[in-house]
Each structure stands twice: as structure tokens, then as C-alpha cells.
């Protein structure tokens, strides 16, 4: 009888290899190395402390409904990771409504239907001290040492720009790869709306920001990038132009684009 030969070892599988941070055109860098991939304003001991990567988010050819009524047409956007993107346009040409949609709240909405792609990668974190969780959010928000001897107290006895940190502060809590503003200074005094934009400024490189705002010279202060959106009675929301704030504002390639940031419409 011939002996069975011996099963043939296995080789050892190499480890699996992760992608690094999503680059501009959806396209994922190299791998960082442990020590380069860490939070920026992260350290040991901090309760937000984990290892992780900054998040990009890009849309690729994303329209919406509300029925049979369409409110955007084939919008492509790449928001960047560790940088600030300001939506902007005239009311009702959709820059909310696509806020929503990266948020996942557009197809919680009864009738409404959405197409085309998000794209957003995800990362865990665990916490072990909610106190020091409030701290570091609160101080990251701007906020700590205005409210830290009346924790306890009720959000709403603070002033409207304070309430707006504490907003931040609460998103900040679960330490987000993207924080979207919705007209974040919204009826504020012109000191309120500087603490925001300060705060604003102050998270970007530590995490992906997108904000619809009205104010064109506030786009202009706290964001990069910059993204036009326009709509017509007859056409769906899209974007006329986007690109670095600098160039949208400076020297935008569509005559719409310089008419609306120059004010003469809108």
C-alpha cells in the first residue's frame, strides 16, 4: 500500500493591507504608518484618543425627490478629508436638502427618493470617561470655560451663539469623521458668529466639515473649497462650479458663479 504524502503547508497569508486617506478624485493613498495615522489633536490619556485616519466624503452623481417633484440633478462633489467645504447659492436650490442627503436623513422623509452615491469611510471609538468626554468637547467647541460651573444647567438658558458650540460640542462627544453645519451662524450677533467661525477654523485638519452658508464672506473666511449650487423653475438644484474658495471667488469660471458671489443676484 502507498503511504498518503503530506498535506503541503500552508503558506503564511500577508496582512492585510488598509487604505490611507481618501485623496482628492476618490482615489485612497498610501497605507500611514501607526505612528503618522493618529488624531492630530489626539494624545495618550486623551478620551477621544484613537487611532484613526481623516475621512473624505465624495458624491457621485446624487439626485433626489420630494415625490415626483426633482429637487437635484446628478450633483458629483468631493468634499475632502481635513478641510472645510462651503455649499452655497440662493434659497431653494438645494444646498440643504443634499446636507441631508449626506447625513441620511433625506430618505427618512416620507415620499422622498434619492439616486446615485455617497461614499464614506467609517471608524469606531470607545469611551471609558463620559466627564472627561464633556471637557475635552466642550473645550474643543470653544465653550468649556464659559459653562464649566453650570454643567448641570438647562442647554437653553445660554445665549444663541453659545447654544450653537454647545451644538458642536455634542457632535464632537462621539468624535465624527464629518460634522455638516446647516447655516450654523444663522441670526447671530457679529461676535457670536466670530466665535463659530474660530471654532470652525480650529477643527479643520482634525476633521471633514461641510457648511451651507449664505454669508459669501463667511464661505470666503472658514472654507477651502467651495461648491455653487443653482436651480431654476424648470431645472432641478446642481452645481454650476466648484473648486478652492479662492478660485470660485476670484475667478470663477461661470459668469452665474461671479454674478451670485459678487451680489448682483441672490
Not at 498518503?4 to 498610501?30: I, K, R
Request: charged share 20%.
Amino acid at each position: 500500500m502507498s503511504e498518503t504524502p503530506p498535506a503541503a503547508p500552508v503558506p503564511a497569508q500577508p496582512a492585510p493591507v488598509h487604505p490611507g486617506p481618501l485623496q482628492p478624485g476618490g482615489v485612497f493613498g498610501p497605507p500611514a504608518p501607526a505612528e503618522t495615522a493618529l488624531l492630530d489633536y489626539g494624545r495618550p490619556g486623551d478620551p477621544l484618543f484613537a487611532p484613526k485616519r481623516l475621512t473624505g466624503l465624495e458624491a457621485r452623481n446624487v439626485s433626489a425627490w420630494f415625490g415626483t417633484h426633482k429637487v437635484l440633478e446628478r450633483v458629483s462633489l468631493m468634499m475632502e478629508p481635513g478641510t472645510v467645504t462651503a455649499l452655497i447659492g440662493p434659497s431653494g436650490c438645494g444646498k440643504s436638502t443634499f446636507l441631508r442627503i449626506l447625513n441620511r436623513m433625506h430618505e427618512m422623509v416620507a415620499g422622498a427618493s434619492l439616486g446615485g452615491q455617497i461614499l464614506l469611510k467609517l471608524a469606531g471609538i470607545k469611551v471609558a470617561n463620559k466627564d472627561a468626554v464633556v471637557e475635552v468637547s466642550l473645550r474643543r467647541a470653544g465653550l468649556w470655560n464659559e459653562v464649566q460651573r453650570r454643567l448641570r444647567a438647562p442647554g437653553g438658558a445660554l445665549s444663541g451663539g453659545q447654544q450653537q458650540r454647545l451644538c458642536i460640542a455634542r457632535a464632537l462627544a462621539v468624535s465624527p469623521d464629518v460634522l455638516l453645519m446647516d447655516e450654523p451662524c444663522s441670526a447671530l450677533d457679529p461676535t457670536s458668529t466670530n466665535r463659530i467661525e474660530e471654532t470652525i477654523s480650529e477643527l479643520e485638519n482634525q476633521v471633514t466639515i461641510v457648511i451651507v452658508t449664505h454669508n459669501m464672506q463667511q464661505a470666503q473666511r472658514v472654507s477651502r473649497n467651495c461648491a455653487f449650487f443653482l436651480a431654476a423653475e424648470d431645472t432641478p438644484g446642481h452645481i454650476v462650479e466648484s473648486g478652492p474658495t479662492e478660485q470660485v471667488f476670484g475667478s470663477p469660471n461661470d459668469p452665474r458663479t461671479s454674478d451670485y458671489v459678487s451680489g448682483r443676484f441672490g
